[in-house]
């Protein structure tokens, strides 16, 4: 027996999926959320896809209240941890657009100059509401297990 | 006579699984490709079809489609081998309507022919004469050592060919490594994804599972790596980098028949963040790994102080005691001098790769990370431990 295939030729050849070309940065036609993460870290079943965006919605909804708070006292380092921790969390489910407003919250609280993180706070909250209705619909269009995601 | 059709690009494997099937009576046909076997399933009518689910041109998942959309074959069992690291793919194979998905990892030509057996009942139809050769003719006991026997031919046989196989992974890796352009990193990415993928079918019917695994589970981040470059970076290179390393290991110390089977391990994951603690379980899970977790670096500790661990996953900005902190404190502990540490961070520039190692780290993760490649982390910590125990 012969265990893999000496050269290129050899038929035994796994499939080829097509790469797909990303963009470096998530453009405004960019889904708000990459839902085959969702999908996978749920194994498609609907009750734990809610129960997960879920809790999702209320520790980030918290979280920004607590940015907004934070900005306000200017207390550069609570906004730093805040928007860590938020970005940890949104950046695990795929949430390709709001990720790099939570990061540059992050970076200017780590600077200690938080110059216009109000501003982009308020960009954050707007795109957390865009997240919520695009989940919204996508949860409730879902009838079987996986349909989410699709 | 029961007719089966193997849809299998891997050869070998092929070959291995319709030789058996045919010793046992069964009129066994095979196609390499999709495309292939929707043309023979026409004309040969089988009662059965055997599909992988990772094949070249048409993938598994559109053949079962396209079987499910003819009247004639729209109720014929499929069974599909699939890899079980490969999550979505085994959804969407479920839902195109695939009868059974077994997993190639531990699928033994013993295990599909009982399979096919329940399936589709026995080959000969009863009442038919039995002739010598055709099952049930045979002693139970005779038709299993034959199996045995069997198997340990193939498991030799497929030792001998590692090294070239490693030699292999290895050259390909360096060019990975070096690429410079994408095209050229994913065509050896393609390389060692064909690769990876012949190891993980052959090792598992040889029977060597934790290679088997490794393979596995490699294979499902060469895949998504394959189909989202984005997700080439610096983190995952060097998983890919270390999977290929630890497959050279195994390949010298994990082919002996006893060992064949993933060693129960205890994991520690310390994370305050819920939905990252999830996320890390969940990688766990698809090894089958069981852990526990907790949210607060001192319970952590305590857990620690008082309990043998065989690997940690410490998120770096805690608040209270930084993963870093909460590293130094536990090499203190008699227990996890040698623990195997991994930090799972966002923060991966070179002044904390440089921290987590002063702290006495093993390893770490860039935020967020592949599901897939935490899982090939995972088990990379988990099996070297157990086939080289610290000293």
């Keep these: 027996m012969k265990t893999t295939p000496d050269n290129e030729t050899t038929p035994a050849a796994p499939t080829a999926p097509s790469p797909k070309?990303?963009?470096?940065?998530?453009?405004?036609?960019?889904?708000?959320?990459?839902?085959?993460?969702?999908?996978?870290?749920?194994?498609?079943?609907?009750?734990?896809?809610?129960?997960?965006?879920?809790?999702?919605?209320?520790?980030?909804?918290?979280?920004?209240?607590?940015?907004?708070?934070?900005?306000?006292?200017?207390k550069a380092d609570d906004v730093r941890r805040v928007a860590h921790s938020c970005a940890g969390a949104s950046a695990t489910l795929g949430m390709v657009r709001f990720v790099p407003l939570l990061r540059e919250l992050e970076k200017q609280g780590a600077s200690g100059t938080l110059t216009t993180a109000a501003r982009i706070c308020e960009d954050a909250a707007r795109e957390f509401k865009l997240i919520q209705n695009y989940l919204g619909t996508k949860l409730n269009s879902a009838t079987s297990p996986g349909d989410a995601a699709r | 006579m029961k007719k089966i059709l193997i849809i299998e690009d891997d050869q070998i494997v092929s070959n291995?699984?319709?030789?058996?099937?045919?010793?046992?009576?069964?009129?066994?046909?095979?196609?390499?490709?999709?495309?292939?076997?929707?043309?023979?399933?026409?004309?040969?009518?089988?009662?059965?079809?055997?599909?992988?689910?990772?094949?070249?041109?048409?993938?598994?998942?559109?053949?079962?489609?396209?079987?499910?959309?003819?009247?004639?074959?729209?109720?014929?069992?499929?069974?599909?081998?699939?890899?079980?690291?490969?999550?979505?793919?085994?959804?969407d194979a479920w839902k195109a309507g695939a009868t059974k998905c077994v997993s190639k990892i531990n699928c033994s030509p013993k295990d599909l022919l009982e399979l096919m057996r329940r399936t589709i009942g026995s080959a000969v139809s009863p009442g038919r004469p039995k002739v010598d050769g055709v099952p049930g003719t045979k002693p139970a006991a005779v038709v299993s050592e034959a199996d045995a026997e069997f198997q340990a031919e193939l498991r030799k046989t497929l030792i001998t060919s590692l090294p070239g196989t490693l030699a292999f992974l290895r050259g390909s890796l360096k060019s990975l490594v070096k690429s410079d352009t994408e095209?050229?990193?994913?065509?050896?990415?393609?390389?060692?994804?064909?690769?990876?993928?012949?190891?993980?079918?052959?090792?598992?019917?040889?029977?060597?599972?934790?290679?088997?695994?490794?393979?596995?589970?490699?294979?499902?981040?060469?895949?998504?790596l394959y189909e989202k470059p984005k997700n080439i970076t610096s983190s995952t290179l060097r998983t890919i980098a270390t999977a290929v390393d630890f497959l050279g290991f195994l390949f010298e110390h994990g082919t002996q028949s006893d060992e064949q089977k993933i060693p129960p391990a205890s994991i520690l994951v310390v994370d305050d963040e819920p939905i990252s603690r999830r996320a890390i379980i969940y990688a766990l899970e698809k090894a089958?790994?069981?852990?526990?977790?907790?949210?607060?670096?001192?319970?952590?500790?305590?857990?620690?102080?008082?309990?043998?661990?065989?690997?940690?996953?410490?998120?770096?900005?805690?608040?209270?005691?930084?993963?870093?902190?909460?590293?130094?404190?536990?090499?203190?502990?008699?227990?996890?001098?040698?623990?195997?540490?991994?930090?799972?961070?966002?923060?991966?520039?070179?002044?904390?790769?440089?921290?987590?190692?002063?702290?006495?780290?093993?390893?770490?993760?860039?935020?967020?990370?592949l599901f897939i490649e935490l899982t090939v982390k995972a088990l990379i910590h988990v099996l070297r431990g157990k086939l080289q125990p610290a000293k």
Excluded: W
């Design chain 2, 183 to 224: 095209v050229t990193r994913l065509k050896h990415i393609h390389e060692l994804y064909r690769r990876i993928h012949a190891v993980n079918g052959n090792a598992g019917i040889a029977g060597l599972v934790q290679i088997a695994h490794m393979a596995a589970a490699l294979e499902a981040l060469l895949k998504e």
């Design chain 2, 288 to 369: 089958q790994l069981q852990s526990v977790s907790v949210d607060d670096p001192n319970d952590a500790f305590k857990l620690l102080s008082e309990n043998q661990f065989d690997l940690v996953f410490l998120d770096v900005d805690m608040p209270g005691m930084t993963g870093y902190e909460l590293c130094t404190r536990l090499r203190h502990l008699p227990l996890h001098k040698k623990t195997p540490v991994v930090f799972i961070t966002g923060l991966s520039d070179f002044e904390n790769r440089t921290s987590s190692m002063m702290a006495g780290g093993n390893d770490f993760i860039a935020k967020p990370f």
């Design chain 2, 16 to 91: 291995v699984y319709r030789n058996k099937l045919a010793v046992e009576g069964y009129q066994v046909e095979a196609a390499l490709d999709g495309e292939a076997g929707l043309k023979l399933m026409r004309s040969f009518q089988p009662d059965a079809i055997v599909l992988d689910l990772m094949l070249p041109k048409m993938s598994g998942v559109d053949v079962i489609k396209e079987i499910r959309g003819e009247a004639d074959f729209a109720k014929l069992p499929i069974i599909v081998f699939s890899n079980t690291y490969l999550t979505n793919l085994i959804q």
């Design chain 1, 21 to 74: 070309t990303d963009a470096s940065a998530p453009a405004a036609d960019v889904v708000p959320v990459e839902m085959e993460r969702l999908n996978e870290l749920t194994d498609g079943d609907a009750a734990s896809m809610r129960e997960l965006v879920d809790l999702f919605f209320t520790q980030t909804s918290q979280q920004l209240q607590q940015l907004e708070a934070a900005i306000r006292a200017n």
